[in-house]
């Protein structure tokens, strides 16, 4: 199929497959049907150009250069991060970039945690929660000797307000942390809702946007959780950045995480006082480059719109979820209606291992993933080892889902011999 004929085929507005040129690749002769954008999304020209103009055109390094050419990145890398930080609606000031996801939650884990957690607090967390958002949190509560609790995740893929509000009441939880979309499930969870409960019990929130903000409008200033961590590989933008916004008094109040050059204002010999917010938090050299194109990134997503991509992602799954439960012996996982949940499908298959799953469909080149996707208790809440997982992107068309239920019905003629 050519790439007219395959956007003819596209559920809902988008038709945006010719800004992304990875999807021109065939591999032995199938074109790249890629399904795994809840691991990492691929990239537009947009943000190609951008980062091969950085480096073509204006690469020094930032904030100590009085020459042009040192200028010009400066204004490139702080310009991308007020663009950034109003794609969520929060201060660029509080804005903070780390190099993914990962590193925002342990930023949090270790200046925070490591200073205001003590024996007698209690650290919330959910099953559902990807391993950034576990162990962190394990070990800032086995070095501060508070507990480390968990929400459980119903049956439906949920979580339960009435066991939040009741673990809240037990009086001793001083953050709760959650993701703001499953990376597994697909559940959107209503954190603006979560975060009020959490505050009018006298706990901070922290929630991990890493599937959220590439598929949803999201509007920090309404979910006013106090820290809101994401990923920019995930959202159409270059790997090795990833952002942190968080509340301003408490930045001010917490401990630089990593030190050396930018994050200081003077240097003793024996001690040193900090720079001011963002750069406190920004230690070394930074991903100057990386930022650059993640605002290229979200200028992309601007362009686009966000209730767009949504409606269109949301679109794709629920004619994945209803091609997919056509066929027989396909468990699928996660809230059954497209309109709970993001741009992801975890599922099984009768008898056929997730791992021999996506081996014979990536065969057809298309490309699943099949794991514990970084969430090992989820996957013991759902007693299952693995799950093999398809997640779309705003350039993934119905095609796309078409040969996806064409590889699984394959694959389980092959194993049924
Ligand atoms: C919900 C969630 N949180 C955190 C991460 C970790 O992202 P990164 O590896 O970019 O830090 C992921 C990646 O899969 C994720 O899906």
New binding site residues.
């Given amino acids: 199929m050519t790439t007219s004929e395959l956007s003819v085929a596209a559920t809902g507005g988008l038709d945006v497959r010719g800004d992304f040129p990875i999807l021109e690749r065939e591999i032995a002769g199938h074109r790249l049907v890629y399904l795994d954008s809840?691991?990492t999304s691929q990239k537009p020209t947009a943000v190609l150009d951008a980062l091969a103009d950085f480096y073509r055109n204006h690469n020094a390094n930032i904030h100590r250069g009085v020459y042009p050419l040192a200028q010009e990145a400066d204004a490139l890398f702080e310009g991308a991060r007020e663009r950034i930080a109003a794609f969520v609606n929060w201060p660029a000031a509080n804005t903070i970039f780390t190099k993914?996801?990962?590193e925002a939650i342990n930023l949090v884990a270790y200046s925070w945690g490591q200073t205001f957690l003590g024996a007698g607090d209690a650290v919330l967390i959910t099953k559902m929660e990807?391993h950034?958002?576990i162990v962190p949190w394990q070990l800032a509560t086995q070095a501060t000797g508070a507990q480390l609790r968990y929400l459980d995740v119903g049956e439906d893929g949920t979580l339960s307000l009435a066991q939040l509000d009741a673990e809240l009441a037990r009086g001793d939880v001083k953050l709760l942390a959650l993701?703001h979309v499953s990376?597994v499930l697909g559940t959107i969870n209503p954190v603006e809702e979560i975060v009020r409960r959490a505050h009018g019990a006298g706990a901070l929130a922290l929630i991990?946007g890493?599937?959220a903000v590439p598929q949803l409008p999201v509007d920090l200033a309404a979910i006013d959780a106090d820290f809101y961590a994401w990923?920019g590989?995930k959202a159409l933008g270059p790997t090795g950045v990833?952002v942190l916004h968080a509340r301003a008094e408490l930045l001010e109040e917490m401990p630089p995480f990593l030190s050396g050059g930018d994050m200081i204002a003077t240097v003793e010999a024996q001690q040193s006082t900090w720079n001011a917010l963002p750069w406190k938090f920004e230690a070394g050299t930074s991903m100057i480059a990386q930022v650059v194109g993640l605002g290229a990134a979200v200028d992309y997503l601007d362009s686009l719109g966000m209730a767009a991509v949504h409606a269109h992602e949301r679109g794709l799954t629920a004619y994945a979820l209803e091609r997919l439960s056509a066929i027989d012996g396909v468990r699928l996982f996660g809230p059954p209606a497209a309109e709970d949940r993001g741009a992801v499908i975890s599922f099984a298959l009768d008898g056929i291992h997730p791992h021999d799953v996506a081996e014979l469909l990536s065969r057809s080149n298309v490309c699943i993933r099949a794991s514990h996707h970084?969430a090992q208790p989820l996957m013991r809440r759902l007693g299952v080892n693995a799950t093999a997982r398809a997640s779309f992107g705003p350039y993934n068309v119905a095609a796309d889902v078409d040969a996806l239920a064409d590889a699984i019905a394959h694959a389980q003629e092959v194993f049924a011999g």
């Fill in positions: 809840s691991s993914n996801v990962t990807h950034s958002n993701t990376n991990d890493a599937q990923t590989h990833g970084c």
